[in-house]
């Protein structure tokens, strides 16, 4: 079921708002050092991955591309709620809008059509999914503690995810597979 952009908006600021987290805008690229710095950088992935699917549902022109894309807004909003569930209570600096790393990507997708923006929206994808893979395999070999602390918990949402970004990286890299063996 196709989820309009503002209805997926709308359920994401309500879970953001139903958990109790704190919002502000988490801003830079830089791999996070803390606990609520993590899960910040983990909901704007998240986002972007949703925000950038939405475009790619109404721009892609090839199936699989759309088909993916439609897959990566269904997964990350899960992953979205699961991190909220995880991080609910710890007052952690929920992002709003993207950074200019993901707003730049999204700008430059918003001016390409045709084959080049199914090319170029796949690669930023596997990009974005590499970087969250390292990101999540340095957080899942963690120790947390005590289960109820917010490392603990982040920790066990990271190695309960991080099969399904590689899951979802390499079904990416078919995806541009089949985009270069079509040319």
């Known amino acids: 079921m196709r989820r309009s952009w503002s209805a997926t908006l709308s359920c994401v600021g309500i879970l953001t708002v139903a958990v109790g987290l704190g919002v502000a805008s988490a801003q830079g690229t830089a791999q996070p050092t803390g606990d609520q710095d993590f899960v910040s ?89 590499r970087d969250v893979e390292k990101m999540l395999a340095a957080r899942a070999t963690g120790g947390g503690g005590e289960a109820d602390t917010l490392a603990a918990k982040v920790n066990q949402w990271a190695s309960e995810t991080l099969p399904e970004v590689r899951a979802h990286l390499k079904e990416a890299e078919q995806v541009i597979a089949q985009i270069g063996n079509s040319k």
Not at 73 to 100: C, Y
Request: charged share 30%.
């Open 41 to 129: 950088r983990a909901a704007l992935l998240n986002m972007a991955a949703i925000q950038i699917g939405h475009m790619a549902t109404k721009q892609a022109q090839r199936a699989d591309v759309k088909e993916f894309a439609q897959a990566t807004i269904e997964d990350h909003l899960k992953a979205q709620k699961q991190l909220a569930d995880a991080a609910s209570g710890a007052g952690v600096r929920w992002p709003t809008k993207l950074d200019d790393k993901y707003r730049q990507i999204e700008q430059r997708l918003s001016k390409l059509n045709n084959g080049q923006f199914d090319r170029e929206y796949m690669k930023a994808m596997i990009d974005r999914d």
